[in-house]
């Protein structure tokens, strides 16, 4: 390979890794799995995935956990921010 055949290269494969760095701060999703789960795609590095019974009962107690959240504010981390 010549100098300007390396350079081209280059050029495409940093091109070709910063549209996957994009991609990856891609909002939340929601599909249903396999095994008819509703999956949470976008929360971290797999998704959540839950019956629907059991989003049901998670979401009943939406107000709990945010009381919990704040009640706990100081002893939960936060994600850190990905670069």
Wanted: glycine residues 8%.
């Amino acid at each position: 390979m010549g100098d300007d055949e390396i350079k081209a290269e280059l050029e495409r494969l940093r091109a070709e890794n910063a549209a996957l760095k994009a991609r990856s701060t891609r909002a939340t999703s929601i599909r249903v799995s396999e095994k008819g789960g509703v999956s949470v795609y976008g929360l971290g590095r797999f998704p959540v995935t839950l019956y629907k019974e059991q989003w049901q009962k998670l979401l009943d107690m939406a107000d709990e956990i945010r009381g919990f959240i704040k009640e706990h504010d100081g002893e939960l981390k936060t994600k850190p921010a990905r670069e």
